[in-house]
């Protein structure tokens, strides 16, 4: 029995199903060993009765008997493995105390060395608060110093705005005394054969504070002026643009440019390099000599691409000068315009939150037309066309004028 225990494996004495050495081992029909205990449970747990090895299915449970002999062997080999693996604990107690105080004082010093992480860490981790609070400290102070300094700007501009304001209105105020003075000084001399003079003094008296009360209104605008340049890449390729930005003409040749999203493809349109969204702004361009142009402002989602009507419905509030002489607002519905004298140069003025786009004869201080009640939601960027050359015709450029505040 010993000798055959000697030629046996491990394997040969584990239950397929606990995996560990046989207790109460029994044979199955199909010759396969297991357990008692575990083939039992096995088989109470499934409907069917089969080999949980070769899937053998029986129609009636097998009788099982406990086999005397594997469970013998499987005896004595539990019996030898404690015997070796009593024979190992006796080796490991045989080391050297030498052997056990060195392990013992490799831990000692693992254990220090945690300390010490743990330590270095929790100082790194104060470094990192202490750091952490000096940074949000001087983030707070900057965002507050910031908030102060932007309260102070806007107090700032209004107080300007309010002083320019109450300017304009002394101004205002004072010559609408002295025009109601001279009315009463002609009406006290009037002798009652020159009812036609006193008429056209009057005439003349209201001429003069209807011009007064435009120059204030156009310098009213005038203080929101700003720096505008033009966008080469917005620029149609016929068009040529000075180095500065603040001239244009068409050329009558276009250009081999690359076809970027940007750039106008078939109308001969270009964007100013600024853009505004808020507040309000004004430029001027002097548009002399010229037989066609267009000016005006467009959102940033416009189509540049092929023919364009421009409309505000397409993200365009312009004026135009067609064939010489005919003045046009490009509104939804065209709309002609009636104006005593050729504009020499045009101001623009915005102000975005109102939803107003006015333009303006600078030299004679006359408002040309005014988009009122838009509905601005996007970027707007400044417009320029000084339309097709026209074989020299139009060959004047469109000039992007500084602006010279009216007296």
Not at 271 to 295: H, I, N, P
Not at 356 to 383: E, H, M, N, R
């Amino acid at each position: 029995m010993s000798a055959a225990s000697c030629l046996l494996t491990e394997d040969q004495f584990l239950c397929s199903i606990c995996l560990d050495v046989f207790t109460d081992p029994v044979a199955i029909p199909c010759g396969h060993n297991f357990c008692k205990t575990c083939i039992t449970q096995h088989w109470d747990k499934n409907v069917k009765c089969q080999c949980p090895n070769c899937k053998k299915t029986f129609n009636t449970r097998p009788e099982l008997q406990v086999n005397t002999f594997i469970s013998e062997m499987a005896a004595q080999f539990r019996q030898s493995a404690q015997q070796k693996a009593g024979s190992r604990k006796k080796a490991e107690l045989g080391k050297t105390d030498a052997e056990i105080q060195q392990m013992i004082q490799k831990r000692r010093l693992k254990i220090e060395e945690m300390k010490r992480s743990v330590e270095l860490s929790k100082k790194d981790a104060d470094r990192e608060i202490v750091a952490g609070v000096q940074v949000f400290s001087a983030l707070k102070e900057s965002v507050e110093r910031s908030q102060a300094e932007l309260i102070d700007t806007i107090k700032e501009k209004q107080r300007e705005t309010e002083k320019q304001a109450e300017g304009f209105i002394k101004e205002l105020e004072q010559e609408i005394s002295e025009l109601e003075k001279r009315s009463s000084e002609v009406k006290h001399v009037r002798p009652p054969s020159y009812e036609g003079t006193v008429v056209r003094a009057v005439n003349q008296l209201e001429e003069t504070l209807s011009k007064q009360m435009k120059k204030a209104e156009l310098k009213r605008v005038q203080q929101y002026a700003v720096d505008v340049t033009l966008d080469p890449d917005t620029a149609h390729p016929d068009l040529i643009l000075s180095d500065d930005g603040k001239q244009v003409y068409d050329s009558d040749e276009t250009k081999n440019l690359s076809d970027n999203p940007e750039r106008f493809d078939y109308c001969v349109y270009v964007l100013a390099k600024q853009s505004f969204s808020s507040g309000r702004f004004y430029y001027e361009v002097q548009v002399k000599e010229k037989t066609d142009w267009d000016l005006g402002v467009a959102r940033e989602s416009i189509n540049r691409k092929g023919n364009i009507t421009a409309s505000p419905q397409n993200g365009y509030w312009t004026i135009c000068l067609w064939n010489e002489n005919e003045y046009k607002a490009c509104a939804d519905t065209e709309v002609s315009l009636s104006l005593k004298c050729r504009p020499e140069k045009v101001g623009v003025f915005v102000d975005y939150e109102e939803g107003l786009v006015s333009f303006y004869d600078v030299d004679a201080a006359a408002l040309i037309y005014s988009f009122t009640g838009c509905c601005f939601t996007q970027k707007l960027y400044p417009l320029f066309s000084p339309c097709n050359n026209d074989d020299g015709e139009n060959s004047a450029p469109l000039i992007i004028c500084p602006v010279n505040h009216t007296e």
